[in-house]
């Protein structure tokens, strides 16, 4: 299948540091690309859902100010988790799909992410 | 979406057969049946989708019940490595809206015993 990539695999920060996490598609284009949380022990949680030149789209209650996605391109959209805070630690997972017959959608092997 | 049910966890043993179900009784005649898994500590893995044919890939087989209300994700001859958390999505086919988006629900814990 399609691959998904995420840098980095793993990052620790202070408080109050802003954090960047990248998410490529490596061998195809993607106009849509979308952003989970997932803490321990749970599911998959949707953030965000990001559209290239244009705005991200949140979910209900993820703070656009403090999730800042940007998809400048067809391969790589970011998340900037801005003032990180202890409890923004989790497991940061992207997602894109393809495009064209056969489409699907394909997951990043994820950033963990601990504030300390 | 049309909502599904799957067992919270389920046991299988080393070389059998992995047989896992999905209940999706309000599923729309163009919505597609979807599985993914995670395992431990990384991202989602595609594993196969189908409409309401049985479908068949190097992972897995996909058997849809021909009233399309239930299905079940066939992994052939389970090893170790399939231990993982299984999801069943039910959703429109992507082209249709692009605006649509995969939700998770809490999925099946296949453990696969030595």
């Known amino acids: 299948g399609a691959v998904v990539s995420q840098h980095p695999s793993r990052v620790i920060c202070k408080s109050g540091t802003s954090v960047k996490i990248e998410c490529r598609s490596l061998d195809f284009q993607a106009t849509t690309m979308f952003w989970y949380r997932q803490f321990p022990k749970q599911s998959l949680m949707l953030m965000a859902t990001s559209n290239e030149g244009s705005k991200a789209t949140y979910e209900q209650g993820v703070e656009k100010d403090k999730f800042l996605i940007n998809h400048a391109s067809l391969t790589l959209s970011t998340l900037t988790v801005t003032s990180a805070h202890p409890e923004d630690s989790s497991f940061y997972i992207c997602?894109?799909?393809?495009?064209?017959?056969?489409?699907?959608?394909?997951f990043g092997p994820g950033t963990r992410l601990l504030v300390l | 979406d049309a909502k599904t049910t799957q067992p919270t966890s389920m046991d299988c043993a080393e070389g059998r057969a992995a047989n896992l179900p999905c209940n999706h009784s309000?599923?729309?005649?163009?919505?597609?049946v979807y599985w993914y898994r995670q395992i431990h500590s990384q991202g989602p893995q595609y594993i196969i989708h189908g409409l309401k044919n049985n479908e068949t890939n190097e992972m897995a087989s996909l058997i849809i019940t021909e009233d399309r209300k239930s299905s079940t994700l066939i992994l052939p001859h389970a090893t170790l490595r399939d231990t993982a958390v299984y999801y069943c999505i039910v959703r429109p086919p992507l082209l249709m809206n692009r605006d649509d988006k995969i939700i998770f629900g809490k999925g099946t814990r296949l453990h696969i015993l030595p």
């Open positions: 309000t599923i729309s005649g163009n919505e597609y």
């Open positions: 997602s894109a799909r393809t495009g064209g017959k056969g489409e699907t959608q394909y």
